[in-house]
C-alpha cells in the first residue's frame, strides 16, 4: 500500500512539471498554461479555522480544459499543526467572457493527497477568476473545498488569494 502511494505522488509531481513546461510560450498572444501562488485562511465543518499556503500550475489541453497540480500546507488551529497536500487537478477556464480578456473565471476539481505521517486520500472542487493585469501576470481569487473522508466527512473551505503568472 505505502509503495502504491509513493509510485502516486511521483505520477503527481511529474504531472505539476509537465503542466509548467506547457505553461512556457514563446507567443506573446497565446498562453498554453500558468503557474501561481496562494495563501488562504480556511474554515471547517468541526468548528475550527485554519491557513493554507502552496503553489502550483496549469497547462492547456484543449480550448479551456486544463490539466495540472499543486502542492500546499495545511494548517489547522496551529501552524505546527498541519498536514502536505499534494493535489492533482483538471479545470475549465471560461475564457472571452470579457472583450478585454483580462477577466478569466475557472472552475476546477480532482483528487487530493493529504500526508504527514501517513497519508488520506480525499477529493477538492472549486472555482474563481483569474484577473490578468499585465500581459505575464495577474491575481487569482478562488474559493476551493477540500473534503477528507476521516472520521466522519471533513470538509476545509479556502477561501484564496494569490499571484497568477504565464
Do not use: C
Not at 477556464?93 to 480578456?101: L, W
Not at 490578468?132 to 491575481?139: D, M, N, Q, S, V
Not at 487569482?140 to 470538509?155: K, M, N
Amino acid at each position: 500500500m505505502q509503495e502504491q502511494k509513493i509510485k502516486f505522488m511521483v505520477f503527481s509531481l511529474l504531472l505539476m512539471f509537465s503542466a509548467n513546461a506547457l505553461a512556457q510560450s514563446n507567443s506573446t498572444t497565446e498562453h498554453r498554461g500558468y503557474g501561481y501562488g496562494f495563501a488562504a485562511p480556511v474554515v471547517n465543518n468541526y468548528g475550527s479555522t485554519g491557513f493554507q499556503a502552496g503553489f502550483g500550475g496549469e497547462g492547456s489541453v484543449y480550448k479551456g480544459l486544463g490539466v495540472g497540480g499543486e502542492l500546499s500546507y495545511l494548517s489547522f488551529s496551529r501552524f505546527d499543526n498541519g498536514v502536505g497536500v499534494l493535489s492533482p487537478n483538471a479545470s475549465y477556464h471560461f475564457r472571452g467572457v470579457t472583450k478585454d480578456g483580462k477577466w478569466v473565471p475557472f472552475v476546477t476539481g480532482g483528487y487530493s493527497l493529504y500526508f504527514r505521517n501517513s497519508a488520506v486520500s480525499g477529493v477538492n472542487f472549486g472555482g474563481g477568476v483569474n484577473y490578468w493585469f499585465k500581459e505575464r501576470i495577474g491575481l487569482r481569487f478562488e474559493v476551493r473545498d477540500q473534503v477528507i473522508a476521516l472520521e466522519g466527512t471533513g470538509h476545509f473551505v479556502g477561501f484564496r488569494a494569490g499571484i497568477s503568472f504565464r
